[in-house]
C-alpha cells in the first residue's frame, strides 16, 4: 500500500525511529479539521518526510468506522486521536493498539498514560457552562442553574451519540450522587436539547438560538476570544475531563511514521500549539492558555473508567430515549 524509497532516520526527543521517504500515515481523529491542518503543518515543518492524511469526524463516528472496516478485514488507519479514554479503551480491549513502550512520556503525569503504554494522553479538556451574554444577564455558577426552566427550555447539549466528550460527561455526571439520570430527566422534562457534537453547540449559542450549552471549554473561550457573545463557566460542583488521547494501531503498515507522529504530538512543539488552540497542556513546563484557570484549581469530578465502559451502550440509548438519536 505504501511505497518507500530512500530510507531516512528520524530522531524526536532522544529516541530514533526509521522512517521512510514518502511514507504516509492516515490519522482518524476527533479533533476539529482547522486545528488539525495547523497540527499537520506544524508537524511537517519538522517532518517533511511524512505525510499525513485525516479522516476527521465524531469520536463515535470515528469508532464505527474503524468497526467497520475491522469486519470487513482491515483498516487503513494507522494512527488515532480521539476525544475519550473509555473509546481508547475499547480499542485496546480489542487487541486493536500497538504498545509504543518506549514512547517520550518523561515527565508527563502517569494519570494521563495507559500503564501498558498502549495509548498517551496529549492535553486536557474539560466540560462546562457557555452562555450568551446578550441573552443571559446574570451568569450561572452551578450545573444546577440549567434546571431553572428559562435556563432548560433554551438549553443545548453535545450528544454521547456523536461525542466522545459527551460520552465522559454524561458517564460521569450521572455517576455522580447528586445528580445521576434524573438531573439528564428533568433536563429533558423542562426542554433541553441535544445536538451532535460541541460545534453544534457553540454555534446554537452564538449566534443566540440558544442561551445556554454544556460544552467543552476551549471551543466556548476560543468563540469568546473571537468576538462572539458568549462565555463559559466552570461550574462549582466540578467538570467532566477528557485527555484526547492518541494511539498507533496494530494494523498499521507504517509504524515507525506512526510512532514519530505521536512522539510529536507528546512534544514541547505540539503542547504550544495545544495551548495556543486553548487547551490545557499535559507537559509540565508548557504555560497553559492565557485567561484560563489554573487545572489545580478546578475541582475534577471523579469517574470510574471500567464502569463507564461497561455502561456505554446502556448510557447511549438511555440518553437517546430522552433527547432523540
Known sequence: MFIRTLLTTTILAGLAF??????TITVYTSQPQDQMTQVIEAFNADHPEIKVELFRSGTTEVMAKLQAEYAAGNSPADVVLIADTVAM?????????LAFTDAPVEGI???????????FGTKVITTGIVYNTDLVKTAPTSWNDL????????????????????????????QQPEFGWAYYEKLAEAGAVAGQG????????????????????YMALNAKKKGSPVDFVFPAEGVSSITQPIAVLKGSDAV????????????KTAQEQATAQGYFPILPGVTQPE???????????????????????????????????
Open 198 to 217: 460541541n460545534g453544534t453547540v457553540i454555534e446554537a449559542v452564538a449566534r443566540g438560538e440558544k442561551a445556554y450549552g454544556i460544552i467543552i471549554e
Open 109 to 119: 503525569d502517569p494519570a494521563f498514560i495507559d500503564a501498558d503504554k498502549t495509548f
Open 89 to 97: 479503551t475499547q480499542l485496546k480491549n480489542d487487541d486493536r493498539l
Open 256 to 267: 515507525d511514521a506512526a510512532k514519530t507522529f505521536v512522539s510529536w504530538q507528546l512534544s
Open 18 to 23: 526509521t522512517a521512510q521517504a514518502e511514507d
Open 147 to 174: 434546571l431553572e426552566a428559562d435556563a432548560a427550555k433554551s438549553l443545548i447539549m453535545p450528544s454521547p451519540l456523536y461525542s466522545g466528550a459527551a460520552v465522559i460527561h454524561v458517564g460521569t455526571m450521572t
Open 291 to 325: 485567561g484560563y484557570p489554573a487545572l489545580t484549581t478546578l475541582k475534577i469530578l471523579p469517574a470510574d473508567s471500567d464502569a463507564m465502559l461497561k455502561a456505554d451502550t446502556e448510557n447511549k440509548e438511555k440518553f437517546a430515549e430522552l433527547f432523540g438519536g
